[in-house]
């Protein structure tokens, strides 16, 4: 067996965990910052709901998926009037499965960043007169960044070992949604122990350097 097809999972992989990753940066940051602030009503329970793919079974949080891009669903619906045919058994439903799972890790690490930050800072620029999301960007942002690095490694990661709720509403489509982990799965469903040994070594760099990157840059972010 030639090489390539053996990579092709790993770097769809690669181009989907990156592209959640970004997604969940930019979802991710503002809610971190959101669930930071101890004067937000309902803290516990949005903290809660946020964290709460981080707990469920993938089947689970697959299914929950299933029910908002698949036909009927509210997000297939808005897709549908935006001209978009389908979501499921899509690459951007790989995506999306990759994001859902990936951006309670970038929100909980970002979190502790925030709450880190020194309130003194803070108070300083209110008294000069800026707004809280002038002092969001330029104070507290650039005082956490150890911890929103942090996460977004976590969430790399995380995106990169999806698994069940990818397969439920993206599927294993070869070039489109067959990820590493599918295709380790499959392989060794089939027998090509070969094919899985070179996927899961791959992976298993790949989430090595990850892991030596955070423990570099994030080693005194807490959870």
Do not use: C, H, K
């Amino acid at each position: 067996m030639s090489g390539a097809p053996e990579l092709a999972p790993l770097l769809l992989s690669l181009r989907v965990s990156l592209q959640a990753t970004v997604l969940a940066l930019l979802a991710g940051l503002p809610v971190a910052w959101l669930l930071a602030r101890r004067d937000l009503p309902g803290r516990d329970f949005w903290t809660v709901l946020v964290l709460l793919p981080m707990v469920l079974p993938p089947t689970v949080l697959g299914y929950y998926l299933l029910l908002a891009i698949g036909r009927g669903g509210p997000v297939a619906r808005l897709a549908g009037a935006l001209g978009v045919e389908r979501i499921v058994f899509t690459p951007a439903a790989a995506v999306l499965a990759a994001f859902v799972a990936s951006v309670p890790f970038l929100i909980r690490s970002a979190q502790a960043g925030f709450e880190q930050v020194d309130r003194a800072q803070v108070e300083v620029a209110r008294t000069l007169g800026r707004s809280e999301w002038a002092i969001a960007l330029t104070v507290s942002l650039p005082l956490a960044w150890r911890g929103i690095l942090a996460g977004v490694a976590l969430a790399f990661a995380r995106a990169m070992g999806e698994f069940g709720a990818t397969v439920m509403v993206a599927g294993s489509v070869a070039g489109r949604t067959r990820t590493g982990s599918i295709a380790i799965y499959e392989a060794v469903q089939a027998g090509r122990m070969s094919e899985a040994n070179v996927l899961a070594v791959l992976l298993t760099l790949v989430a090595a350097g990850v892991l030596l990157l955070l423990s570099r840059i994030g080693g005194r972010s807490r959870w």
